[in-house]
């Protein structure tokens, strides 16, 4: 019989329910002893990587109210191993003051051999002003084995031509030994394009395509990852790249690469940690969520830069259905004077100012404060008529969301480009779509200082 549960995944919910029988509700001054623990449902992952995320195991005594808690940070614990799509945790039976628990989980699919075609520009926005055209789409072939082995490891193998031909390779084996805790993530690829973004002008990337050599570029790279426990992760990663571009290049910018040469080699040792304690980490409503990094790229002349990064999310529930969350990101480059390839700031990955999708701004050090409201008016299930037990329906989380977003690059060199060495900010409102896979689709209307407005499309999925 169950008597305590924490069921919902957060794609379907952000609550979780308790219960407790009579018998037991009011007992607060003598400790239950975790007995069994039976897991249901995992046909592809290994038991010990469930177990894993657990705050308990076999033989810790735990109260009561400690062992409600421990049940809802179990079920947020493996539902952002993205190995699942529902997760429930909840008392098989008592047997004294012994509690026997019962986890079931909805395994995902795991095994994506898709086609792949992606416009390369920066967001949908760039790719429009660009004309739509197919020549700036990379297609080709796109496999991804998550859980490879069951031990929640991730095989990647990409064969990309189009407008950029690349091979990728990357396995990613985050629990190599018997503890669980040490890990490690190799892999290579290689990339040519015969177009070459030379520099930034007017706050827009600006191309040539003319150049018959293209650009090249050869990097691997191995990391060494460390987990000691359930929230903090940390990695070390060692990596060699090696570039090459069209010689008259240097005619076009010479400071691409800093000095007149054609092509480049350097190492990169870089110490990263991350912190994850949020409720849904591809989608975070509550909790926080905080990573940082140091990097040290190249050695000599050529290639000389250190490199600090930090990134943190911090949410808070205001009511059942109303949300508020600040993220603040910020890099920090020196020495100020570095080449072009090291100057981008704004506009590319997850650094950018919602209003601003249309601009990138270069630098050295730059900092990005991003807040938040959203508001959940919509949740349903779709049938998929699908024969499955982990797949027999889709289902969406809708939000309704304001926010505002202040940043500021600084940029000792290029300081042509009117965005930079200034405050920025914007402001709009937008919906959100979650569904499972770690599928978020975002549409805003925003507004930025410029006296511009538009509507910007933004999609975000695991495959």
């Known amino acids: 019989m169950a008597l305590v549960y924490a069921q919902p995944s957060p794609v379907d919910s952000l609550q979780s329910t308790s219960y407790v029988t009579s018998e037991y509700s009011n007992n607060y001054s003598t400790p239950f002893v975790v007995g069994e623990i039976i897991?249901?449902?995992?046909?592809?992952?290994?038991?010990?990587?469930?177990t894993r995320e657990l705050p308990f195991k076999p033989g810790d005594s735990i109260y009561l109210p400690d062992l409600v808690k421990a049940f809802e940070i179990s079920r947020q614990q493996l539902m952002n191993t993205t190995l699942f799509n529902e997760v429930i945790v909840s008392l098989k039976a008592f047997r004294g003051y012994v509690v026997?628990?019962?986890?079931?989980?909805?395994?995902?699919?795991?095994?994506f051999p898709?086609?792949?075609?992606?416009?390369?520009?920066?967001n949908l926005n760039e790719w429009a002003k660009q004309g739509y055209g197919l020549d700036r789409v990379n297609y080709g072939f796109k496999f991804t084995?998550?859980?490879?082995?069951?031990r929640n490891d991730k095989l990647k193998l990409w064969l990309i031509t189009g407008y950029t031909q690349q091979i990728q390779f990357q396995y990613d084996q985050p629990y190599a030994d018997k503890t669980l805790k040490h890990g490690y993530r190799l892999g290579f690829s290689y990339s040519f394009n015969r177009e070459i973004n030379y520099a930034t002008i007017d706050n827009q990337q600006r191309f040539v395509d003319s150049l018959n050599d293209g650009i090249k570029q050869w990097s691997g790279h191995i990391d060494y990852t460390?987990?000691?426990?359930?929230?903090?992760?940390?990695?070390?990663?060692l990596s060699y790249t090696h570039q090459s571009v069209d010689a008259r290049i240097n005619e076009l910018n010479p400071k691409y690469y800093g000095y007149q040469r054609n092509q480049i080699s350097f190492p990169e040792l870089s110490y990263s940690v991350s912190y994850v304690n949020v409720d849904y980490k591809p989608f975070p409503l509550t909790?926080?969520?905080?990573?940082?990094?140091?990097?040290?790229?190249?050695?000599?002349?050529?290639?000389?830069?250190w490199q600090v990064v930090g990134k943190a999310t911090k949410g808070f529930q205001l009511s059942k259905k109303d949300f508020f969350s600040w993220?603040?990101?910020?890099?920090?480059?020196?020495?100020?004077?570095?080449?072009?390839?090291?100057?981008?700031?704004?506009?590319?990955?997850?650094m950018y100012l919602r209003g601003l999708e249309d601009y990138v701004i270069d630098g050295s050090a730059g900092f990005l404060s991003r807040q938040s409201f959203r508001h959940q008016f919509l949740k349903f299930s779709v049938p998929t008529y699908i024969k499955s037990k982990s797949h027999d329906r889709i289902p969406f989380r809708v939000y309704a969301r304001v926010f505002g977003d202040a940043g500021y690059a600084y940029n000792k060199n290029f300081t042509q480009n009117s965005l930079t060495n200034r405050i920025l900010y914007t402001y709009g409102a937008g919906v959100d779509i979650v569904t499972f896979y770690d599928f978020i689709l975002r549409l805003d209307y925003s507004f930025n200082q410029l006296g511009q407005n538009g509507l910007f499309l933004h999609i975000k999925n695991d495959f």
Not at 100 to 111: A, H, P
Not at 226 to 237: A, N
Not at 335 to 346: A, E, L, W
């Open 145 to 150: 084995y998550n859980n490879f082995t069951g």
């Open 100 to 111: 026997d628990i019962n986890i079931q989980v909805k395994e995902r699919w795991y095994i």
């Open 39 to 50: 897991i249901e449902g995992n046909k592809r992952t290994k038991p010990y990587i469930i």
């Open 327 to 350: 993220q603040l990101l910020g890099t920090l480059r020196f020495p100020f004077s570095q080449p072009y390839i090291n100057q981008r700031m704004f506009g590319y990955g997850d």
């Open 226 to 237: 460390y987990r000691p426990g359930l929230r903090t992760v940390h990695s070390v990663s």
């Open 287 to 305: 909790g926080l969520l905080a990573e940082g990094s140091i990097t040290k790229r190249g050695f000599n002349k050529e290639m000389n830069m």
């Open 114 to 122: 898709i086609p792949y075609l992606k416009p390369v520009d920066r």
